[in-house]
């Protein structure tokens, strides 16, 4: 028998046992995101070829500029999800309100979130960026989703995962029994596995995060980092800093290397910059999968109540013994 390592749509359908109610929906969902990420990929590679870079000269609701790519990404991720049939609403970094699949395809088993294209300002350098992902049951009864189906905690997530777009592009995903790595084969337009329940390496002395706004952290937040600054061997002090700038490749290499990244809320926004439903609950399923924490800097991700679509959250994420060091310097305050 040719051996090769299985594909993620293989991959899928043997665990199915993981999700019995799913009844193929789930596939479905997954292989939606899968394309999406296929052609997101070939879109990114060619950027600079097919006029995919800079911006569309609108802004989104986070007030930040639009890229193209967001726009194009985020047009593609709705269709690909809405024809499953398998959605009931979705939830968009670059929409405000709720998304409704079109007519009858309404109906489906699940409410997923996503931020298309996480770090798009890299896309004109050549950088890496990612596609962040949130798969919830929904807790309406039928018909059009709701917003309801979106504001559920990061623990009752059915999946989640990222899609790097960096050297290679890389698949990983969680549904709650371990997280597995695929690498897409372009020549083929497969993922195939590559690391199969993989998990954080025991210490890594590395944080990844934004130094350059410590001046407006909150006093825990300045103390931790200069604390790891100090130089102390013994405790494999000072840290080496590495920051990206796009969150699913500063956490890609945490979850390989191990490490700590943190975005902490300052003086000015206490909730700092990122965003609780499609970009920290997911990526935080994936690190404690990966037996990792990930908090608020006192409270765990998955457990904090969703009150907005958009809402922002301090986060610190990554091996779960730098993350209890963080969660020291909060409690000592
Ligand atoms: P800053 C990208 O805009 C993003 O949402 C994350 O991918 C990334 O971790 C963070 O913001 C970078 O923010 O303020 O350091 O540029």
Not at 24 to 44: P, Y
Not at 86 to 109: D, H, K, T, Y
């Amino acid at each position: 028998m040719v051996s090769f390592q299985p594909t993620l749509n293989q991959f899928i359908r043997a665990r199915q046992q993981e999700y019995p109610e799913a009844v193929g929906d789930f596939s479905q969902v997954m292989n939606a995101i899968a394309l999406a990420g296929k052609l997101i990929s070939r879109e990114i590679n060619l950027a600079g070829i097919v006029d995919a870079t800079g911006y569309t000269g609108r802004m989104n609701v986070q007030g930040e500029e639009v890229a193209k790519l967001d726009e194009w990404a985020n047009e593609l991720i709705v269709d690909l999800l809405g024809e499953t049939g398998c959605v009931c609403v979705m939830g968009s970094e670059e929409v405000e309100g709720p998304i409704s699949p079109p007519g009858s395809a309404s109906m489906g088993r699940y409410a997923v979130l996503f931020d298309p294209v996480d770090g798009s300002s890299n896309i004109d350098i050549a950088a890496p960026v990612g596609t962040i992902f949130s798969a919830q049951r929904r807790v309406t009864e039928s018909g059009t989703g709701h917003m309801d189906d979106l504001l559920q905690p990061g623990r009752n997530q059915a999946a989640a995962g990222y899609i790097l777009y960096g050297s290679s592009t890389m698949f990983v995903y969680t549904t709650g029994n371990g997280v597995h790595a695929f690498t897409l084969d372009p020549t083929m337009g497969e993922f195939h596995l590559t690391t199969e329940d993989l998990k954080f390496p025991d210490k890594s002395n590395v944080y990844s995060t934004n130094e350059g706004n410590a001046g407006t952290w909150l006093e825990p937040d300045q103390r931790w980092v200069e604390w790891l600054k100090q130089n102390d061997p013994a405790t494999g002090r000072p840290y080496s800093a590495r920051y990206i700038g796009a969150l699913v490749a500063d956490f890609h290499r945490i979850l390989l290397k191990g490490g700590i990244f943190a975005y902490p809320g300052n003086t000015a926004k206490r909730e700092g910059k990122l965003r609780l439903l499609y970009e920290c609950s997911p990526l935080a399923f994936v690190a404690e999968q990966a037996g990792g924490r990930a908090t608020n800097g006192l409270r765990r991700i998955l457990d904090i109540e969703p009150t907005g679509l958009h809402q922002r959250t301090p986060y610190y994420l990554g091996n779960a013994s730098e993350v209890e060091l963080v969660e020291r310097f909060h409690s000592d305050g």
